[in-house]
């Protein structure tokens, strides 16, 4: 089993960052591939960011990408989630997961097996 805990998240204002972390124990952290995904009221689900366990793959969703920055510090078993610049259409709940059979569909949240509780980030404009 791997628990997932998120953190950092808040009530910003347009254009201001935050960065979110996800702690995980449990299994051997370093080689699951790790994504944050974010859930905004009424809508599904969707893929954010998602990074190797090596950390040399790293990818993003077209809306976040150059203002979001995922990083993970294998020595901490933590993934980190920079967000800058954000946006109104930033709010959601930001949930971060994990699991052994994430591979090139990385974007498909069906593929992770672990899954955090969640942290709310909030943009007022």
């Known amino acids: 089993q791997v628990q997932l805990v998120e953190s950092g998240g808040g009530l910003v204002q347009a254009g201001d960052s935050l960065r979110l972390s996800c702690a995980a124990s449990g299994r051997i952290f370093s080689f699951f591939t790790m994504g944050w995904f974010r859930q905004a009221p009424g809508k599904e689900r969707r893929f954010v960011a998602a990074?190797?366990?090596?950390?040399?793959?790293?990818v993003y969703d077209d809306s976040v990408k150059v203002r979001f920055t995922i990083s993970k510090d294998n020595a901490k078993n933590t993934v980190y989630l920079q967000m800058n610049s954000l946006k109104p259409e930033d709010t959601a709940v930001y949930y971060c997961a994990t699991g052994p059979r994430v591979g090139v569909r990385y974007y498909q949240d069906t593929m992770y097996d672990y899954w955090g509780q969640g942290t709310q980030v909030t943009v007022s404009s």
């Open positions: 990074i190797a366990w090596s950390g040399a793959n790293i």
